[in-house]
């Protein structure tokens, strides 16, 4: 690794950490509650700038209009396709396991769920991909500005807040870091918005797929939400 690389990276680790402190700082500044609408309402400011700011420049509207030049027919439908198979594989899971044990425990639903599910990937993949991914990209290039862009996506999940970034009290959630690779590699390829946020929906509907019809599978696959 020459000096010039090394210096990059040091520079991106760096600010993924601040930015990750800025943004969870901003998260539970507790300006409103609950804590996640909070993060969500911080999301959607920054989102609303980020989709101004892709609108105004021709070489990326195309990534919010959903019919990117290198669609060819057909094929550009396939980077749906993961937000398709990840929440019907934990159906298929969740009714089957509910099936052998009828007794599988169910817990209630409530309505902030569906903000949950629909809302809050739209505002994160605009903020994130869109936004922090694409400048993270343009410093350090495709391979290690999608990285880091994945690592604080997960890193914001952990709260690194600087009180708890002081007392180490900080995690990297696997479950949210390989949902930001996916969502970086789709939009490497399929070059629209759309395709991210159909896959995160689809990621974010499988915990309430698994609680409504066997939340046992939210401790097996605990790895993945915590």
């Known amino acids: ?88 594989i934990c159906l298929v899971l969740a009714l089957g396991s509910s099936w052998l044990v009828p007794t599988a425990k169910r817990l209630p639903l409530e309505s902030y769920q569906w903000a949950w599910v629909f809302w809050i990937p739209l505002v994160e993949e605009v903020t994130f991909r869109l936004g922090i991914s694409t400048g993270f990209r343009h410093f350090a290039g495709a391979f290690w500005g999608a990285y880091f862009a994945a690592l604080l996506f997960a890193l914001v999940h952990g709260s690194p807040t600087l009180s708890n970034m002081l007392e180490w009290n900080v995690g990297l959630p696997i479950g949210p870091f390989l949902l930001a690779l996916c969502c970086e590699w789709l939009l490497a390829n399929g070059r629209s918005l759309w395709p991210l946020v159909v896959f995160h929906i689809g990621c974010n509907a499988t915990v309430v797929i698994f609680a409504w019809w066997d939340s046992r599978w939210l401790q097996w696959l605990g790895l993945f939400y915590h």
């Open 1 to 88: 690794m020459d000096s010039l690389t090394f210096r990059t990276l040091s520079l991106l680790l760096i600010g993924t950490v601040v930015i990750g402190v800025c943004l969870a700082e901003l998260y539970g500044a507790g300006w409103i509650d609950p804590p996640w609408l909070q993060a969500a309402l911080v999301n959607s400011a920054l989102a609303l700038g980020v989709g101004v700011w892709c609108w105004l420049s021709p070489s990326r509207r195309s990534w919010l209009q959903g019919k990117p030049a290198d669609f060819r027919g057909w094929s550009g439908y396939w980077f749906y396709l993961p937000g398709v198979l990840v929440p019907g």
